[in-house]
């Protein structure tokens, strides 16, 4: 192609002028590859893939895509454009492989892969820009199709190819609007084979074709009605010259090379797009969750509550046997009082040692204390499964709420959940999970308590492992507490027993004795329910702890959603004044 030195120099500027913004875009799709690799969402493997390709793009050529469906003349066109026969023309419908013509000294034809070919030839053209011949839209080799979809988004122009007869199909204009609308291609239509159509019909498809073209978005709409049959002889006559004109013009006035960087702009506008709805989903996510730790924290203080309450229930229940048990045992120490009773051991004791009433109220004493630690562990058994069931009544839903299960069992595409979560929170969900199954499971996780430890408990019974836990630290409080109250009582018996003349003391004994009976219960009432409230309290509080991993989580996430959103929005701030620079007059 010749140049005059002013239009060579012009060329020059504007060859200048295009690496310096060569290098801003390329600082731009950098920051984008960045964000892609931070923002997780499920497009951000191929986003990454086609910031990638972008970048690869600005050191390439120029690159047209020609595209189309079989039969309408594709291969002649490139054939016609480029003045050789560069493409395979077949009379059965099947440019079998995607071509893109480059320059080179001499033609060649390399298979890239089974599907790609590289053709150089010695075409001063080729120097400044690239062309892609595929195969049709509606092919039926497979992954033809495929292969063209990943090709169009580095495209810079798009030779979209209709049959002059019948540019009417459904496909190719489904395949038209995949590449305005989702890739943003630049697109020239050509309305080829128009040696077939008649003048009229011509004119009536040129008229549908900018209809079809506008109603789609496309202001002013390029097109070229070309015979490349006949222009292989006459390429003014063909039309195929009008179509190399735009090409030249576009070249030597620099225009492709701002068409160049407009187009990888608008690809990357369009990535960035995707990165603000990922963000957007984020944000909602985020909302979701924290509502969500508002509820958990809520219904966990419910949980406590009610596990107080049945702590409650559970000290009545072991001040209500210790209340019957003290009377019967305050009542047969009164009868050992008894007249008959102390002269009978009186005489029992001139010819044994140890029949004194000191042994009898001893025997009485360990009686008592066997019983009342018997019947406890019973209590004590029922009050652990009481609150074991309604913690695990509480805790189990909101795990499985927490995980995107609903309390019937549906799963994470259930219709019942709101939207899809992203891999992050299913693994902050699944690590709650372990961790409070960890505090609650047959084990246990509770620190200072070893559910082995205690084997009065069934591991088996009620709700297993979170029954063992409970039970535990039920059975280890009250135990304690008896054991002290008993032995107290014990002691405290033998006082009162010391000094002789039981016969004539026994109202003042007996009112010791219920007293200190009395006593003994208020101090084992107070102390096992401070005990048993100090236990739940610590439980829970390692409960509340084993969900922080969520309640924090949030916090960080939304901090970095907040980073990430900034730096998203002044990235397509950026890229939208570089748009302008570049194409003052989109």
Not at 225 to 239: F, N, Q
Not at 252 to 260: I, P
Not at 278 to 294: C, G, I, P, T, W
Not at 333 to 357: D, H, P
Request: charged letters at 25%; aromatic letters at 6%; glycine letters at 8%.
């Amino acid at each position: 192609m010749d140049r005059t030195p002013g239009v060579a120099a012009s060329s020059a500027l504007l060859h200048h002028r295009y690496q310096e913004k060569k290098a801003l875009l390329a600082g731009l799709l950098q920051r984008l590859a960045d964000l892609c690799g931070r923002i997780v969402w499920p497009g951000a493997g191929e986003a990454r893939q086609t910031t990638a390709s972008l970048l690869a793009s600005l050191g390439e050529p120029f690159l047209f895509v020609v595209v189309g469906e079989v039969k309408t003349g594709k291969s002649s066109l490139v054939n016609a454009l480029l003045g050789e026969d560069l493409c395979e023309v077949a009379p059965d419908p099947c440019t079998d492989r995607i071509r893109m013509i480059l320059h080179g000294e001499t033609v060649s034809e390399v298979a890239v892969d089974p599907l790609l070919s590289h053709v150089r030839a010695p075409r001063d053209i080729l120097r400044e820009i690239a062309v892609v011949d595929t195969p049709g839209v509606d092919s039926i080799i497979d992954r033809h199709q495929e292969i063209t979809e990943r090709f169009i988004p580095k495209s810079d122009l798009v030779l979209f190819v209709f049959s002059a007869i019948n540019p009417y199909s459904r496909s190719a204009w489904e395949f038209f609007s995949l590449v305005r609308q989702e890739w943003r291609r630049k697109v020239v239509f050509i309305l080829n084979q128009a040696d077939l159509a008649t003048p009229e019909q011509l004119r009536v498809n040129e008229a549908s074709v900018r209809r079809l073209a506008e109603e789609r978005g496309v202001a002013d709409p390029v097109l070229f009605a070309v015979s490349a049959t006949r222009s292989k002889a006459d390429p003014e006559g063909g039309g195929i010259e009008a179509v190399r004109r735009y090409i030249r013009d576009m070249v030597t006035g620099g225009g492709h090379y701002a068409q160049k960087l407009s187009s990888l702009c608008a690809a990357a506008a369009r990535l960035i797009e995707g990165l603000s709805r990922a963000l957007a989903a984020r944000r909602e996510e985020l909302a979701r969750d924290a509502a969500q730790a508002e509820d958990i924290r809520e219904r966990m203080a419910q949980a406590q509550a009610a596990a107080a309450r049945e702590v409650g229930s559970l000290v009545a229940r072991v001040e209500a046997v210790y209340a019957r048990l003290s009377r019967e045992f305050a009542d047969a120490f009164e009868a050992e009082l008894a007249f008959g009773n102390m002269l009978s051991r009186s005489l029992r004791s001139v010819f044994r040692r140890g029949g004194g009433i000191e042994a009898r109220v001893g025997e009485l004493a360990a009686q008592f204390a066997e019983r009342l630690t018997r019947e406890v562990e019973d209590v004590t058994r029922q009050g652990a499964a009481y609150v074991s069931e309604s913690i695990m009544d509480r805790v189990r839903p909101l795990l499985d709420e927490l995980e995107g299960r609903d309390r019937f069992g549906r799963g994470a595409t259930g219709a019942t959940r709101p939207a899809a979560v992203s891999e992050e929170r299913e693994t902050v969900a699944r690590e709650v999970r372990l961790r409070v199954e960890a505090l609650l499971g047959a084990q246990g996780g509770f620190s200072g308590v070893s559910p082995t430890d205690y084997s009065g408990l069934d591991p088996k019974a009620a709700m297993g492992g979170v029954l063992v836990v409970i039970g535990t630290l039920f059975a280890v409080s009250v135990k304690s507490v008896v054991v002290d109250v008993t032995g107290g009582l014990v002691a405290a018996t033998g006082m009162v027993l010391a000094g002789g003349a039981l016969l004539w003391k026994k109202p003042r004994i007996m009112r010791a004795f219920r007293k200190n009976l009395a006593e003994a219960g208020e101090r084992l009432e107070t102390e096992l329910a401070e005990r048993l409230t100090a236990r739940m309290e610590h439980l829970f509080a390692e409960l509340f702890a084993r969900f922080d991993p969520f309640f924090t989580g949030i916090a960080d996430r939304e901090r970095v959603a907040g980073e990430l959103g900034r730096e998203t929005a002044a990235l397509a701030d950026d890229c939208d004044a570089f748009a302008r620079d570049v194409n003052p007059s989109a």
